[in-house]
């Protein structure tokens, strides 16, 4: 059974930073993409970053500068670096992987991360 557990998120004034996790279980870790979406109250989910199995990463615009994606494949976890953070960053974050070039893809619960003005 796959799992995906994400972890680290958490209230923080704007301008801080905080460091979400993803820890996997169930799967062959380096195989799989692993991506960051978010989802705010009311909205549609969104595209955060990812992390490739040959470590090559992709961001949103809005993100960019701003935060880090990485993996850690002898541990099976995916980690999201967030700095400089804005109230607009509020969501919950949510952990994918995905299995490139097939529909196989998993999804964690979420971990919330709100940011006050």
């Known amino acids: 059974q796959v799992q995906l557990v994400e972890s ?5 004034q704007a301008g801080g930073s905080l460091r979400l996790s993803c820890a996997a279980s169930g799967l062959t870790f380096g195989t ?3 991506a960051w979406f978010r989802q705010a109250p009311g909205k549609e989910r969104e595209f955060v970053a990812q ?3 040959d470590g090559r990463v992709y961001y949103t615009d ?16 995916v980690y999201l670096q967030m700095n400089a953070l804005k109230p607009e960053d509020t969501a919950v974050y949510l952990c994918n992987a995905r299995l490139i070039t097939t ?7 979420g971990t919330q ?4 003005s």
């Not at 809005?62 to 976890?77: C, E, H, Q, W």
């Not at 529909?103 to 619960?109: D, E, L, R, T, V």
């Not at 991360?113 to 006050?116: A, E, N, P």
């Open 32 to 34: 799989y993409a692993m």
């Open 103 to 109: 529909a196989i893809s998993y999804w964690g619960q």
């Open 51 to 53: 992390i490739l199995r």
């Open 62 to 77: 809005f993100v960019k500068g701003r935060f880090t994606i990485s993996r850690d494949n002898a541990k099976n976890t």
């Open 113 to 116: 991360v709100t940011v006050s």
């Open 8 to 12: 680290g998120g958490g209230l923080v």
